[in-house]
């Protein structure tokens, strides 16, 4: 049965916000082959949309992704691993150019844990729980997991969660920078939903340059970074948006922007 007729991701669009929940309850969200091809094939589709400035991707009450799926794992060999699609799939997730929320509720543990910070930021709910249990089962975080935990929460943090499997709760994670604000679990969604809406508010060409540069500052020492959002802030300043943006200021009126 393919991803689509199995409906393993929820779409549903309001105003300007693309809301993907993730529906396998009865595995916890396991992220298994056809959830995460079908979950990038949403984000190729919502990236060619122009009426979708931001994404919300959430999961149930209970879990938000309890990581990949090790049913689906336990059956696959070396050379199943090689030929993956879900590199690719993961690939394109992290590439996806306009931001991305994550709300989260419950477990976000491994390949969910790895998903929600592709995420742009997170917003949890005090029930959520966050972790990298993958050392429990004799393998290792393969989705980013070791190398996003380790530019979010720092060395000590993601070693002690990489290397003992320990979750952190919604507040500890906070604490520990994975997540941008912790509400309650029945807001969570309609807080993550609020932030797209005002961001997809914005100039799209403004948006998307500030995701790239934020990335990029990830990836390259500071004045390399320094060039980039130099370069950046001048073909954002060029567009008819920016234009609009001052001109909206200005003459204290709303901005209706183009995408120009
Ligand atoms: N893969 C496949 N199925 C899963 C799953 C997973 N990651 N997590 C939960 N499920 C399934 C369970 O097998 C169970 O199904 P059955 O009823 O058919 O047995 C159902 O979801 C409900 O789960 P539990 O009964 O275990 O629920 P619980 O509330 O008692 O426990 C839990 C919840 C602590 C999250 C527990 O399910 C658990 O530890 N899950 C595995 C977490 C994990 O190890 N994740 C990492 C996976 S590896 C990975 O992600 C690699 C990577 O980097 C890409």
Redesign the pocket.
Known sequence: MSAAQDNLILAAQVGRVLTLTLNRP???N???TALLLELAQQLATAEQNDSIGAVVITGSQ??F?????????AQMNAVDLHRDP?VQAWADIARFSKPIIAAVNG?C??????LAMCADYIIAGHNASF????V??G?????G?TQRLMRLVGPAKAKQMALT?ATLSAKQALQAGLVAEVCPAEATLDKAQAQAQQIASYAPIAVAAIKDCCNKALDVELNQGLQYERRSYCVVSSSEDRNEGIDAFLNKRKPTYQNR
């Open positions: 009865q595995a916890l396991a992220l298994n209970k879990a992704a309890a990581g990949a799926d090790v049913k689906e794992m879900r477990f543990l491994g390949g969910g844990c790895e972790g990298q249990p993958e429990k089962l393998i290792m975080p393969g989705a997991g499997g």
